[in-house]
């Protein structure tokens, strides 16, 4: 093989699976110890998971707070123009979007580790936005949100990249989903916190939206210092396990994957950024993050246009973020249970299609209008989770994971350029334009999902077959002898 097996180093054999038959593969005896399978995936769930958590919580926070602010005075102090509030927010992601792919590409070499980078990097983000606090005019405020994107276009692909680095296929989706879910906490915690330190409008002479920016940026450096002692290396390189334990995670992913390639050299990694699946998922995942995009950035706004002061739309605001989390843990515990994606996807594209169809034809009352955005939400926050473990079930190897996910969530989050530029201040309080974008756009995504549903259900059939004549795999994965299925 041309690669050796990471757990070599610690000189304990490890059978040679990728050199297997299918059928021999699946008859390969695998005695577990129970007791310490359970402590490895514990000790894995302590050190990556809160942290990683913890710092998406805290990158939302910073995010999304510019809507809070919107309603608390920044348009009128720093003079902003009609479109000044959509142009902070596009540029945010346009610095975002151009980070993802270069992040997990270094990151996938090894050579930085993981709590290094994305330590660093949480932390000048936290610096940065207490500085927009401090901010007298639109410009410094664009150039605090285009640096705010390069910081934070590193951590949800290499989130996705660590978590699919240490757990196996079933184990992803609902990590993954609680990583994401810390944000829509983050989120709604993001609107309670607007509402009390509106409270502190004046204090030291300063205006209550300033004050959003500069003791949440705060937080966030807290938080992000931690990185540094809690998150671990990748696999292979960590410390925090015995090595009886590091053994057993390694074999237990060397069972499931085969004989992982984990360095991008001498790997056809351009042929990586141009995947199929990849670029199918990335329009599934579009579609849903249109509608996330338009919750996070216009829902205090639209939630105003429907009569409500600043603070209430604000309270109203939270539970929101909340209901949508909890669907969303539950949708994907479920779909990890029954080691399913697709039908869970295809529910929650359908939500936000009905959520989009009552804005566009502005039912009434304005509580018509209010339970469509549930619907918006609890669609897109159960869909995204579930895409991104989609991908990750169906991907194998550390470059290709890397290259796949900076794809799918560079470009899938993309949509928020689309987001931040159809909700036009001129067509108030009905949004015709941002509406019927919304709609189309979740439609879209939704039609991909199913076309990617089919493709790999057919491809998974051809497999069967082959191997029912007898055939070595070598098509799924590009390996002989690895029993590899995808994920539907």
């Not at 290094?116 to 932390?123: A, C, D, F, Q, V």
């Not at 699919?164 to 993001?190: D, Q, V, W």
């Not at 509402?195 to 502190?200: D, E, G, L, Q, T």
């Not at 539950?330 to 249970?337: D, E, F, H, P, V």
Request: hydrophobic share 45%; glycine share 8%.
């Amino acid at each position: 093989m041309g690669e050796k097996h990471p757990s070599d180093e610690l000189k304990a054999p490890v059978a040679d699976f990728s050199a297997s038959t299918s059928s021999e593969l699946c008859d390969v005896p695998v005695a577990e110890d129970e007791a310490l399978e359970k402590r490895v995936t514990r000790k894995v769930d302590a050190r990556v998971v809160p942290m990683l958590c913890a710092l998406y919580l805290t990158a939302y926070l910073d995010r999304t707070n510019i809507g809070n602010a919107r309603l608390l005075g920044l348009e009128a102090e720093l003079g902003m123009p009609s479109d000044g509030y959509n142009t902070a927010v596009w540029v945010f992601f346009l610095t975002f979007v151009l980070m993802e792919v270069p992040s997990n590409l270094v990151m996938a070499r090894s050579r930085i580790p993981p709590h290094y980078w994305l330590g660093i990097s949480m932390t000048l983000l936290g610096i940065v936005t207490m500085t927009q606090g401090f901010v007298k005019s639109p410009g410094p405020l664009y150039a605090c949100r285009a640096i705010m994107g390069i910081f934070e276009g590193s951590l949800g692909p290499a989130a996705a990249l660590m978590m699919g680095s240490y757990y196996r296929k079933h184990e992803f989706p609902l990590r993954y989903c609680c990583f994401t879910t810390s944000a829509l906490i983050g989120a709604s915690f993001s609107s309670f916190l607007a509402y009390a330190i509106n409270f502190m409008n004046g204090v030291q002479g300063i205006s209550s939206w300033r004050w959003i920016f500069i003791l949440e940026g705060l937080f966030n450096i807290c938080v992000a210092l931690c990185t540094f002692l809690v998150l671990p290396p990748f696999p292979a390189e960590s410390k925090f396990l015995t090595p009886e334990e590091k053994q057993h995670l390694l074999d237990r992913l060397f069972r499931e994957r085969g004989d992982e390639v984990e360095s991008l050299r001498g790997q056809p990694w351009i042929s990586y950024l141009f995947d199929w699946q990849t670029w199918i998922n990335i329009v599934a995942y579009f579609g849903a993050d249109m509608s996330a995009a338009a919750i996070s950035q216009f829902s205090p706004t639209i939630l105003s246009e429907l009569g409500w002061t600043a603070n209430e739309a604000n309270l109203r605001n939270v539970p929101i973020w909340l209901v949508g989390a909890l669907i969303a843990v539950t949708g994907n515990i479920l779909a990890g249970r029954l080691k399913l994606r697709f039908p869970f996807i295809l529910f929650g594209g359908i939500l936000c299609t009905i959520g989009w169809t009552i804005q566009l034809v502005q039912a009434n009352p304005s509580g018509v209008r209010y339970f469509a955005l549930y619907f918006i939400a609890i669609g897109s926050f159960l869909q995204l989770p579930l895409l991104v473990g989609w991908l990750s079930a169906n991907v194998v190897g550390r470059p290709r994971k890397a290259v796949a996910h900076a794809l799918q969530i560079g470009f899938g989050n993309s949509a928020n350029f689309l987001s931040a530029n159809v909700f036009l201040a001129a067509e108030k309080p009905k949004y015709r334009t941002g509406f019927s974008a919304g709609l189309a756009v979740t439609v879209i995504g939704l039609v991909a999902a199913c076309a990617l549903e089919v493709i790999l259900w057919t491809k998974n059939k051809h497999a069967d077959a082959r191997e029912a004549r007898g055939e070595t795999e070598t098509k799924l994965v590009g390996k002989d002898g690895v029993r590899f299925r995808y994920t539907l």
